[in-house]
């Protein structure tokens, strides 16, 4: 089996949770899969290929993602690596690219990671903890803008990368 590790960090499980379909995706392709919490990552070595996801909080990654990055660099430089990102949400969350944050941006190049997706993101006011949280979370941003349809695409894709890397 090809061990594939799905990294993830946020702070309301909307992104552990795309995180957990990615690793369904990957599984139904057969490949052992572990989603783990950014921060309780502290090696990639045993993984072919590694997903890493950050929700995004005032233009920034999550510290657990960069961190991770940042500290594995050299063997994240030697298997394929995928970067996705979940935050925009109201309407046309699903047609929003945002950009890797700067320090990330140097950190992808670093890695030779492909290009960085972005998901849309979940605010649900129930969940928010202080007066910026639920001031974003109000009017059309409130709302669960994570295209499953599209995550579940993008990780098949993935799935099928691999495989012709492995089979290379
Ligand atoms: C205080 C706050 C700041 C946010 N900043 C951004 C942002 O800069 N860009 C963005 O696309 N989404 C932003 N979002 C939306 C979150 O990224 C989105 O809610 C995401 O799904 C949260 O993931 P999580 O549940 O894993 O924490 C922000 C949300 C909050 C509450």
Redesign the pocket.
């Known amino acids: 089996m090809i061990n594939v590790l799905v990294a ?11 995180a957990e379909v990615v690793g369904e995706e990957l599984r139904a392709a057969e490949f052992a899969v572990d989603v783990r919490a950014a921060g309780e990552v502290d090696s990639v070595t045993e993984y072919a290929a590694v997903v890493v996801g ?7 990654w ?1 510290p657990e993602a960069v961190r991770l990055l940042e500290r594995n660099t050299e063997a994240l430089r030697e298997r394929p690596v995928w970067l996705f ?5 109201g309407p046309g ?1 699903n047609l ?1 690219r ?1 950009s890797l944050p700067a320090r990330v941006t140097l950190l992808a190049a670093a890695i030779d990671a492909g290009r960085t997706e ?7 006011p129930a ?4 007066v ?2 639920k ?3 109000r009017g059309s ?1 409130a709302g669960d ?2 295209d499953w349809d599209r995550i579940r695409a993008w990780a098949r894709d993935i799935g099928r990368r691999v495989q012709s890397r492995v089979a290379i």
Request: proline share 2%.
């Open positions: 993830y960090a946020g702070k309301h499980g909307g992104t552990r949770e795309i950050s929700a995004l909080y005032y233009a920034r999550r990102h979940s935050g925009p949400c969350a929003t945002v972005t998901f849309g993101g979940r605010l649900d969940l928010a903890n202080g910026l949280e001031l974003m979370a941003r803008f994570r």
